[in-house]
Each structure stands twice: as C-alpha cells, then as structure tokens.
C-alpha cells in the first residue's frame, strides 16, 4: 500500500542532496535558505505524496459526516439577538450606541463587535430563513476543516494518521456547529493559520493577507484578538528556530493589529474584546452559573442528569492526549510555532467548553506531524503485512465509525442518545427555542414588560420585536445586573422588587431547568398561569387584562395501570443493542411533550398528573429510556404504590446499574 510517509519523503531528500553538495543530506533536518531569505525548516519543505485511493474513499466520508453533523436545526438561543441587531442596521438605525433591545438596562453602553456577521445573518435569514443560515454555517464548517486538511498536507504525513486526527477533530468540534459568529472566527483563524504555515515552510505566500482577514475579523466577531496571538507565536517560533527576526511577518503582523480600529466603534471596539476575557474567571458569575463556559474536563454529572455528549467530549479529551504528547516530537524537529499554538490554545480549551474547536484549528496539523506511524514502524522493523494489516485497520474502523455517525445524525438517533435537544434538519428547533411562547404572546397580544429567563430573551425580543428583562449578551448585561436577575428568579421577595421596580406584568421561562420557580411561582396567588409546553410556561399576574383569557385546567386522566406498560409486564422492551442498530435505519424521536409535561406537573405537586404524563411517554417510546421509568416510580413511590415503583426501577438498574436511589428503593420493605 503507498503511503505518503515521512520516511519517503526522506529519501528523496536524500537523492536530491546528492545531486547538491551544498547541502548535507545526514543531517536531514537542518536548515537551509529559503526564497524569503531566511533558514526554513528543511523537513517541511518536500510535497506530501498523493493520497492512495482507500485513503481518498475515507476522506470523502469524513466530509460527509462533517455536512451531516452541521445541518442542525436552528437552536442557538443567541441566534435571536443577533437577527434583531441585524434587522435594526438592515432599518437603517444606524450601530447602536447603547442598548435598544432591554427595557432595564437601556442605558448600558452597547459594543456591537459582531455587527457584520449580523448583518449577513439578517439578510440570509429574510431571503432564505432558517434553511439558508444553517447552509451557510454548514459551508464554514466545510471550510474549516478543508484548509486543515491542506495545511496538514503542506508536509509529509501519513496519510493514515492525517484522517483518523481529522475525524477526531471534527467530531470533538460537532457540539459548537451552531448559527453563531464563532463559526465565522473558527474560518478566519484556520485560514490565518494555513497562511502562516504556509509562511514557515518557505513556501510562497502573500502576507499581505492578513490585514485583509483581520480588517473583516474585526467587523465579524471579537474573537480576531486570537488571530493576534497566532502571529505571535509564529513570529517568536521562527525567531527561535532560526535566530532570526522575520521582518515581513512582524510587519504584516502589526498592520494586522492596527486595522482593528477600523470598526465602528474605534479603540473601544478593539478594547472590547479584552473584557470578555474575564468571563474565564472562576470567580466570574457567569462562568459559574452558565453550561458553554464549564470545563470540558469537569463536566458536573448527578444521577438527576447522568447524560452528557459523551462521543465528542472523550474524542477532544483523546485529541488533548495526543496535542500533549505531540510537543517533544514537535520540539526536536523544531517545530516552535507549532509548540506555541499548542501549548497556549491547550490551555485555552480546557478552560471551558465553548473553547474546544480552537485546539483542534490551532494543532491539528502539528499532531499529524508530530507522528510519522509508517516510519515508526520500518525503525521498529515491524513486518509489511503487519503494518499494512493494522494501517488498514485504522482505515476501516475509522470509515465504518464515521458512517454510522452518519447514519445515526440522519435519524436523530446520535442526539437523542444524549438527551440533546439538537435535531438533524433545516428548521427552526422547537425543543431548544421558546418557538411556543412567542406564538403564544403574539396571539394573545400580551402587554407589558415580562420578566424572562436569559435563554429566551434572545429569541423573544426577535420574535416579538419588543424589549426584553435580560438576554444572553452578557457584556451589556454585566455581572451586577445577572446577579440581580439570579436573586429576582430564585426568591419571592427578590421578584416582587423586581415586579415593582420593572412594572412586570408577565413571566416566561424554562421549567424543567428551573423546578424550584415552578413550584413556588404555581403556589403564588399574584401569579396566574397562561401557557405551558413542552418548552416553557407563561404565567400573568392576578391583575393582567388578558388574566381571564388565560385560565388552564388539567383534568384528571385515567388510572395509571403500571403492569400495561412496555417492561412491566406489557410488551417487551427492546435491548440496548436492538435500540442502537435501529438508530441506523429508523428516525428516533424523544417523548418530549409527555416526559416534560410530567415533569411539569411532578414539581407542582400534581402526582397523578404526573404519572399519566409518565405512562404515555413509555408508551409512545416502547420504553426505549430507562429514565422515564426513573420518574414514573418516583412518582408511584410517593403515591405509595411501592411494588409498582419497585418495578420501574428495576428497570432503570438494568441499564444504569450505579443508581443509588433506584437500589436503596428496590431493596426498601
């Protein structure tokens, strides 16, 4: 089998140095001058050799899992403010100054960094709505691994190695596809990079166009502060590589930095980025409250919530591994600014979740350097078969895996299995976006101001066009204020201040994230409830105009019968293989409305409700998830039917075996 390895590539360093007695063909590493002028990096100056067909076949797949997995319905709760701020400039509002989209913090300075990417978004999403926006980030993600693929290339590497990292990589970045502007920062800072490399190499490059990407960046997102430190890096590892400053890449450099101002809001636009940078802080009081800033290493499980992304979390972690392990190898080739990007954008990761896709843009391309497994194994003196047998291997396990992901995204089995609410499709999300709510608050014309949870206040000052109490743009927020709001959503005398400083006259959140709210907000005269689905409810106060419209009953629906239902006694449950095999070829669908509506009612006290609402969500998933069985028998515990809760829980510990609740009730007399 060919395999475009570094070994080969050696050799023909060697005949070509045999031909040239200016350079020393034993030392094949050493450096020699370069059209620019200075000493490059002999090594990385030989073309790749051409991919061997197998090799071509799993390329294409891997792109194909990277489309799949990018066309996600539209679910990004920050998507919302972002076509707002675009419709406002579309208005010809002009950039907002302050902020125009909250009635209670109108007067904070509003810093629009990312009004170009909004802009766009707003324009894509009136021609083509939700099915347009998710293309085009889908074409980002294209792009970004596409030019990691080719910067990867620019050296000699084992082909083997360059897909098996490559589909590491784009699985570990799967979980940040999403309709936002750090799609946009993600593309910039991978064609940056590729310049850069391309740079380091010797080979010919045009640095001129890095100003040309920062002069967009800057308009685009905050994060080009980014593509400054990769300059760096690049700048201080060829100085130590080669002893010598790279003059045109320090000048390129600091044009790159100066026409940041070029944005409109000047110096404070190019300052702005900078105080992001404390929301890393541990004492900061969003990163210790909000999921996309946790460490993806200290990712906080209860047995109330034992599902997470476990795929992509456990391939970045393996991806982290092989970045630590690559800095030696990296060191005695003399790699430096691939030393550089990998150290600092580790680092950069682990800090939090949202950052995980900068590790793999950053050092791909060096761990596919740093391991040259065909010529490992000649020095090894391993046999041709064997190394063919386990390059092969690697081949196949890698295509086969990344066609059933495929496979399992199609169907919606992938997200499900995780208990994401992410969907494979063109649409808007109904299980992550307040969709309901704001139908609901448009057809009943509500009035007045609301008091709303921060993820929906993205997509309701969009949908409904009038302000908000707080959304998720937390730099105009601040601390204080979400402090504030934090204090107003969890006690009743913090609200009331809140409804009486505000002139609040209805309410919308989550509740499944926010039992407690549910329970004594339900449990409040003042408040009456108007709305609820499988999303989030809407209550008024007792005074609101539309209260009389507004009045929800919920009659008592037939006993629950426990030994009727799928691994109690009714139809058999499928087994988990049978579950996983099916999510190839059938579309999977999660009970939502039924589980949540359970949930609903369990956290208002609504026990028989509840256990109703349980059961037909057994029934309509064939009891494919152990955890609805989890709440029916604490639902059927409380109500004292303990055998029966006894019997859920059998099941739950049929497939979660550690589950402390589930053992002590079975074994309870």
């Known amino acids: 089998m060919a395999i475009g390895s570094e070994a080969a590539a050696d050799g023909i360093l060697r005949r070509r140095s045999r031909r040239n007695r200016t350079v020393s063909a ?6 020699m001058g370069s059209r620019r002028g200075g000493p490059r990096d002999r090594g990385l100056l030989l073309p790749a050799a051409p991919l061997p067909n197998a090799h071509r076949v799993l390329l294409f797949v891997l792109f194909a899992l990277a489309i799949v997995l990018s066309l996600k319905q539209v679910g990004a709760e920050d998507t919302g403010f972002h076509l707002r701020t675009g419709e406002w400039l579309l208005e010809g509002k002009g950039w907002p100054g302050h902020d125009p989209f909250t009635f209670t913090v109108s007067d904070r300075p509003y810093t629009d960094t990312s009004w170009g990417y909004d802009l766009l978004l707003a324009l894509i999403n009136r021609t083509t709505g939700p099915a347009g926006m ?13 030019l990691l693929y080719r910067t990867a290339r620019l050296a000699p590497a084992d082909p083997t190695l360059l897909l098996v990292v490559l589909g590491i990589g784009i699985v570990a970045c799967e979980m940040r596809y999403q309709v936002r502007p750090e799609l946009v920062s993600y593309f910039l800072l991978t064609l940056e990079l590729s310049l850069l490399h391309r740079h ?34 690049f700048a201080i590892g060829l100085w130590i590589r080669d002893r010598k400053l790279d003059r045109d890449l320090m000048r390129y450099g600091c044009a790159s930095v100066a026409v ?3 944005n409109p809001y000047g110096v404070q636009g190019v300052l702005f ?64 600014p691939a030393i550089l990007l990998a150290g600092g954008f580790l680092a950069l990761s682990a800090t939090m979740i949202r950052n995980v896709p900068l590790l793999v843009v950053a050092a791909l391309p060096g761990v596919v350097w740093a391991f040259p497994i065909e010529r490992r194994f000649e020095l090894w003196g391993v046999h041709t078969r064997l190394r063919r047998a386990v390059l092969w291997s690697l081949i196949s396990v890698t295509g086969l895996s990344a066609c059933s992901l495929i496979l399992r995204t199609v169907n919606d089995a992938y997200y499900v299995d995780s208990r994401r609410t992410e969907r494979f499709g063109l649409d808007w999300n109904r299980l992550s976006l307040p969709l309901g709510v704001a139908e609901y608050a448009y057809r ?32 105009v927020i601040g601390e204080d204020f979400y402090r504030y709001y934090l204090s107003a959503m969890s006690g009743t005398e913090a609200m009331e201040g809140a409804v009486a400083k505000h002139n609040l006259r209805w309410m919308t959140f989550p509740y499944v994230t926010n039992p407690k709210l549910l329970g004594r907000v339900s449990r409040d005269p003042r408040w009456q409830l108007a709305y609820v689905d499988e999303v989030g409810v809407v209550f008024l106060r007792a005074d609101h105009p539309s209260r009389l419209d507004a009045s929800i009953s919920f009659p008592p629906g037939p006993p629950v019968i426990p030994t009727s239902l799928p691994g109690l006694g009714g139809s058999r449950r499928r087994a988990p293989l049978e579950r996983w095999l099916r999510g190839h070829f059938t579309p999977q669908t999660f009970p939502s409305f039924d589980f949540n509506l359970g949930l609903f009612h369990l956290y208002r006290g609504e026990l028989g409700l509840a256990a109703g609402r349980f059961a037909d969500a057994i029934r309509a998933s064939d009891g494919d998830y152990y955890e609805i069985y989890n709440n029916l028998g604490a639902v059927l515990f409380r109500l004292g039917q303990v055998e029966e809760a006894r019997a859920c829980y059998q099941v739950v510990l049929s497939e979660e075996p550690g589950n402390t609740i589930a053992r002590e009730r079975v074994a309870a007399r």
């Open 273 to 336: 980025p900078f105080t992001l940078a404390t929301r890393m802080r541990e004492e900061n009081a969003f990163a210790q409250s909000i999921s996309e800033f946790v460490s993806p290493w200290q990712l906080g499980l209860s047995q109330q919530y034992p599902f997470y992304p476990r795929i992509p979390v456990w391939l970045f972690r393996a991806f982290a591994v092989l970045v630590g392990l690559s800095l030696v190898p990296l060191a005695r080739r003399r790699r430096f």
């Open 26 to 31: 034993a030392a094949p590493q050493a450096s």
């Open 200 to 233: 380091a190499t010797g080979k010919r490059t045009n640095l001129k166009w890095l100003p040309v990407i920062h002069l967009a960046w800057a308009n685009l997102h905050s994060l080009y502060i980014l593509g400054w430190g990769a300059i760096l890096c």
């Open 444 to 475: 009943v014309d509500l009035q007045g101001h609301m008091l709303n949870h921060l993820n929906f206040g993205g997509h309701l000052m969009w949908a409904l066009r009038q302000p908000v109490f707080i959304d998720g743009r937390l730099e």
């Open 134 to 146: 998710v293309f085009a980030h889908m074409f980002l993600v294209l792009g970004i691994f596409g």
């Open 260 to 262: 940041a101002l070029l």
